[in-house]
């Protein structure tokens, strides 16, 4: 074993703890998978990240990120909190504005953004229409009449998540989700607030079978909703969403279209450093 350097960070909030916390190893060169994959499922969280350094000469880091089941090509809130933390550490990126992350997905850009990091959403590899079968099990899984579901459809970027969009904030918050009955689907729910709430759309996710079967606050999610609902004219070019507030959380995670980019972003804060044995 060695004594690797080790954060736990938090991302999607400006207040510490109230956000979707990460552990991140910052040297992991020489780990094999399954001692990843062992930690990760320790630790306990949604996700745990390990930084390499980078197989690509274009990237500046290359990070793994593991759930404590399985690893993930891509993970949003694993993207800001490992980018914030290399940055922490003093990496330097090799572009200027951009850190270029190195993943299973391919090359991710973060960049700054009003004192936020913003990663560039991932190429959506499955998306449309959800069969009616499925449909049927959305509605059962989240306990809601099938008329309640504006539109339902995958939003594959790594996760296998399917959107389920519903006509209001308050309907999102009032669900009461039958696991169960939602098999392996990897569900996230959104819909509008009202005007002056303070975010524009409120989001829950639903991991069955995981862990934390409600993720806190999910940035490769909210990647594939913007795509979504931005590019069939059901939100802005920009706008606020929030999550975790069933869970007593205050996520935010800002979205904004720019030319063929579109930005995923939120605060981060280290909230744990030191030292781990791997």
Known sequence: MLSRPFHQVDVFSREPYRGNPLAVVLDA???????????????????????????DPRADYRVRIFTGSEEFPFAGHPTLGSAHTWLESGGVPKSDGFVVQEC????????????????????????GPVSASVRLQLADGLRLPE?????????????????????????????????????????????????????????R????????????????????AAQWLIGSNRAPAEYV????????RAGRIHVAAEGDDIWVGGYSTTCIRGMVQL
């Open 241 to 248: 969403a929030a999550q975790g507030t069933v869970l007593g």
């Open 147 to 203: 008329s309640r579901i504006v539109d339902a459809s995958w939003l594959v970027n790594g996760p296998e998540w399917i959107g389920v969009l519903l006509e209001s904030a308050e309907q999102v918050l009032a669900i009461e989700p039958d696991l169960a009955a939602m098999g392996g689907l990897k569900v996230g729910v959104i819909g509008p607030h009202a005007p002056g709430a303070g975010a524009d759309f409120e989001v």
């Open 29 to 55: 060169e020489g780990m094999a998978a399954e001692q990843m994959q062992q930690f990760a499922n320790w630790t306990n969280l949604s996700e745990t990240t390990f930084l390499l350094p980078p197989t």
């Open 104 to 127: 299973a997905a391919g090359l991710i850009r973060v960049k700054h953004d009003a004192g936020r990091l913003a990663f560039a959403a991932p190429p959506v590899t499955r998306f």
């Open 205 to 224: 996710t639903f991991i069955p079978g995981d862990a934390m079967t409600e993720d806190p606050v999910t940035g490769s999610f909210n990647a594939g």
